[in-house]
Structures are given as structure tokens and as C-alpha cells.
């Protein structure tokens, strides 16, 4: 594995999870603008409905937001300077079904064409890899998966 890939890792899933904030953060300010630029017509009703709707999705992104704001306090709790001897979280686990970074789901991620999966810790995969070392093997999804190498 290449010499520092875990803090890069660690790096492009911060900003994944920035994004996502910042996403949330624009949704919730379109939301109360569209709530605020709602005007009183003849027919209240609509304008009532409007502001009931802009309300919601203003909710929505919130909830959104708030969860984002989570993930990002799970890959603060990491420092991917430490090298791990187990599956865990922070730990970058090459194996027969790929290299997984545990952190947060955040897909697939390429650096220097190589392809490396960001799971959290709760995934199905990591779940079933937990507390592994070198040379262990685990079932997932039926299929036998050993582990190569753990940074």
C-alpha cells in the first residue's frame, strides 16, 4: 500500500462530509428564503400551503445537516497518522474483495488509480471484519474474504 493513502483518504472523506454540509446549509437558506417570499393572496390557503411545504424541506435538510454534522465528528474521532494491527476504525484493510478505509461511507474513492472503498465501521463488510488481523478470513455475503494487509 502506498505511504500515506490513509491521512489522504481520511482528507477526501472530510470533504465528502463538507459537501454534504454545505449542501444541507444551501437547501435550508432556499428553503426559508422561498418560506419568507411567500405573500398573502386572496387565496390564503396557498399561501399558508407554501409556507407549511417550505417549512418541511427546510426540516428535511436539517435532519440532513444534522447527520452530516455527525459523520463528521466520527472521522474527527480518527487520526489517520496511527497505524492498526486490527479492523477498526481508521484502519485502511486490503483484501481479497478490495481495500476498505474505515471511517464513513463514502463510496468508492481513486487515488493514483487505485480504488479504495470508505465504509463505516457499521457496514455489513466491516461488521464482519471487525477485530480481524493479518492472515484472518471472514464470511461476507457467502464468500470467503481474507485479509492482506492492515495499516
Given at each position: ?103 464513513i461511507s463514502a463510496g468508492k ?22 477485530g480481524k488481523r493479518v492472515g ?16
Amino acid at each position: 500500500m502506498t505511504v500515506n493513502i490513509k491521512p489522504h483518504l481520511h482528507a477526501l472523506c472530510l470533504a465528502y462530509v463538507q459537501e454534504r454540509i454545505d449542501a444541507c446549509q444551501a437547501a435550508i437558506r432556499a428553503a426559508q428564503e422561498s418560506a419568507n417570499s411567500e405573500t398573502k393572496s386572496s387565496a390564503g390557503d396557498k399561501y399558508e400551503t407554501g409556507r407549511a411545504m417550505a417549512q418541511n424541506e427546510r426540516d428535511r435538510n436539517a435532519i440532513q445537516l444534522q447527520q452530516a454534522q455527525q459523520l463528521q465528528g466520527e472521522l474527527q474521532r480518527i487520526n489517520p497518522a496511527l497505524l492498526c494491527d486490527t479492523v477498526r476504525p481508521g484502519a485502511l484493510v486490503r483484501t481479497s474483495m478490495g481495500t476498505f478505509y474505515l471511517g464513513i461511507s463514502a463510496g468508492k474513492l481513486t487515488v493514483e488509480g487505485q480504488d479504495y472503498f470508505a465504509v463505516s465501521a457499521a457496514a455489513p463488510v466491516a461488521a464482519a471484519l471487525a477485530g480481524k488481523r493479518v492472515g484472518d478470513s471472514a464470511v461476507f455475503n457467502g464468500k470467503p474474504v481474507r485479509i492482506a494487509a492492515i495499516e
